[in-house]
């Protein structure tokens, strides 16, 4: 009899200590997974938060190389606008010069021409001038060889 007290009084403590290690076992585990949890989350958040912060930082980059760019591009095609205006510019007071210089140059050739003229015309108005005289006194000494001839 004292065997069979003595067995269960080891057996009850054998299934205490079991279910006692076991309930131990279950808070521990329930534990470890709690602080597992809050770990994890605190990770999560804090990577959440570096990557937001990574994110942002890019963003601003972004905008600022944007920005930058723009300002390039309008700073580029303003000094090429400036570029060519001057260039138009530039050639369209060539081309009235050239314009101005031709006429000059179609005024004093035409004056001159003219000028060439009237010297040829006076010129030419003098040798006729001489040759009709020429002529006539050839003329006039002829007429008076023949009245002389007739004359004598």
Do not use: P
Request: charged share 25%; glycine share 2%; hydrophobic share 45%.
């Amino acid at each position: 009899h004292d065997d069979v007290e003595c067995y269960a009084v080891t057996e009850i403590q054998r299934v205490w200590r079991g279910y006692r290690l076991n309930a131990d076992f279950m808070v521990m585990v329930t534990c470890a997974t709690t602080i597992q949890a809050v770990i994890r989350g605190r990770r999560a958040r804090f990577d959440t938060a570096i990557q937001r912060n990574a994110i942002s930082t890019l963003q601003r980059a972004a905008r600022s190389m944007l920005t930058r760019i723009q300002s390039e591009v309008q700073s580029f095609a303003a000094t090429e606008i400036q570029r060519v205006w001057r260039g138009y510019r530039e050639n369209v007071d060539f081309m009235i010069a050239v314009m101005s210089s031709i006429k000059i140059q179609a005024i004093v050739r035409g004056r001159q021409a003219r000028q060439d003229m009237a010297t040829q015309h006076n010129s030419i108005r003098i040798l006729q001038r001489f040759s009709r005289r020429f002529l006539a006194k050839l003329e006039m000494c002829r007429v008076l060889a023949a009245v002389s001839m007739l004359q004598r």
